[in-house]
């Protein structure tokens, strides 16, 4: 059987958690065909992964590059566009359009761009959003935001997919839309995984965002959430990686009975690593890039504090720093500033087994997450955690608030590595209790295992 996977912005291009859970997925269902189906912000992007020999093909669409020109007579897209048009304001006022006759309209390679604002009644209807949504800004700042938006869904619409008997996204948004419209136009089940909640994650960045002004960001925010409804009451099965945000699929439109959790999984025999206790220091261990997300900062900044206190504790940064090379270099600089360089230890990419070896605890001080695969790997290996409460951490770390802390509370993280050093006997027994758990229910081999199942339970069409 043949597997489309339709990915945005993630492997093979770019590295990290997603990516990694996705050539593990094609590496351990060697049986299975699969496609890549990508959805790109830059075109030319040099693969980060090897792929493995059942990837028997890539399209990859970049979102920002406009078809040069569509399908059909000028009739043929004047009637998709009324059609569109028609099921535009159910969409944004929160109700479902029909996905069968929105994306139906819409034939693969159909570039709807210059119609979209040429045609008569799309254009008044832009000039009448603008009226009820936007009544005190320039008609042009509104014109431009609408349009931006709708090229990147017009382009999304337009991409040819791959044949497969399965489209497998990993997120709503515009991977999400793509496998959508794929089950539609070729009548092939839609499976949706999600690590994160996109349109959660998409809503933050926005509202972060200075340069976007109140219209426009609820233009975007109404935009990512109405996809993400299209995509839950699309797809033919959501699976999420904890309760938590199974109940955002459902309170979005998913159906029970199409939900299910399927949690992240590691080889704990690999991380089963054998341990030893390196030189008289404590060692503290950061594991993962080097980019904001991961908030390294307050890392650094929890590390000065503890340094006060434990002066003969080192810190290893175990992780890539070129994906955002312009943070890095603030890191480092940080670390000077506050003249604890010489225990931070930066190694860039490394074998991490080397250091879950002796590690005496690991640290997530991360602002994002869905459910982080760093803290299994070190319960495999034996050895505590300290994390942001972000994602499912709380219900990894049993709720247990000693190790918790908000994100970019540094002080907190800090009491949390101070409270391990300075308990072995309690840590040990509480290493032994949480490799038993991640034995029990995080193996990958049989999270994998469930996915080639699910793949065969669709075969043979949605």
């Known amino acids: 059987m043949r597997v489309c996977l339709v990915i945005e912005g993630s492997y093979p291009f770019i590295t990290g958690g997603v990516s990694s859970w996705v050539h593990e997925l094609i590496s351990g269902l060697p049986r299975t065909e699969f496609v890549l189906f990508t959805f790109s912000p830059q075109a030319d992007q040099e693969p980060r992964y090897k792929l493995p020999p059942n990837v028997v093909g890539v399209t990859d669409v970049v979102l920002t590059r406009n078809p040069l020109a569509g399908e059909g007579g000028a009739k043929s897209r004047r009637e998709r566009i009324g059609g569109i048009l028609a099921s535009h304001l159910r969409m944004f006022s929160g109700s479902s359009p029909n996905l069968e006759r929105l994306i139906g309209s819409i034939p693969e390679g159909a570039a709807l761009h210059r119609e979209s604002v040429l045609d008569g009644g799309a254009w008044r209807f832009v000039q009448a959003q603008n009226l009820s949504r936007n009544p005190i800004y320039p008609y042009s700042d509104y014109f431009w935001a609408w349009k931006s938006a709708h090229d990147l869904i017009f382009n999304v619409l337009a991409a040819r997919a791959p044949e497969a008997d399965v489209y497998h996204s990993l997120s709503t948004g515009f991977a999400g839309l793509a496998a959508l419209a794929a089950k539609v136009r070729r009548g092939k089940p839609f499976l949706l995984t999600e690590h994160g909640l996109y349109h959660k994650e998409r809503e ?252 065969g339970s669709f075969e043979g069409g949605s």
Not at 215 to 220: G, I, M, V
Not at 260 to 265: A, C, H, L
Not at 423 to 428: D, L, N, T
Request: aromatic fraction near 10%.
């Open 204 to 455: 933050i960045e926005i509202r972060k965002a200075a340069f976007v002004r109140g219209y426009q960001r609820d233009l975007w925010i109404r935009l990512y959430n109405s996809v993400a409804r299209m995509c839950y009451e699309g797809a033919d099965l959501c699976t999420s990686l904890f309760e938590e945000n199974r109940g955002y699929q459902l309170g979005l439109g998913a159906s029970p009975e199409r939900t299910v959790v399927i949690p992240n999984g590691i080889d704990v025999a690999r991380y089963s690593v054998e341990r030893y206790k390196k030189d008289g220091d404590f060692h503290v261990g950061f594991v993962g890039r080097i980019v904001p997300i991961k908030d390294v900062k307050t890392f650094i900044v929890a590390a000065k504090l503890v340094l006060e206190r434990l002066p003969n504790t080192m810190f290893h940064l175990v992780g890539p720093d070129d994906e955002d090379p312009a943070y890095a270099k603030e890191c480092l600089r940080l670390a000077a500033d506050l003249r604890i360089e010489d225990r931070l230890d930066f190694t860039g990419r490394a074998n991490v087994l080397d250091y879950y070896a002796y590690l005496d605890v690991v640290v997530l001080t991360s602002v994002r997450e869905a459910q982080p695969l760093v803290i299994l790997e070190a319960y495999a290996a034996g050895i505590p955690c300290v994390a942001t409460d972000v994602g499912n951490v709380s219900e990894l770390l049993e709720g247990d608030r000693r190790f918790i802390a908000p994100s970019k509370d540094a002080a907190k993280i800090a009491q949390g590595i101070e409270y391990v050093l300075e308990h072995p006997e309690e840590m040990a027994r509480m290493a032994e209790r949480n490799r038993a758990r991640t034995v029990a229910a995080y193996e990958k081999r049989e999270l994998l295992a469930r996915y080639g199942e699910l793949y």
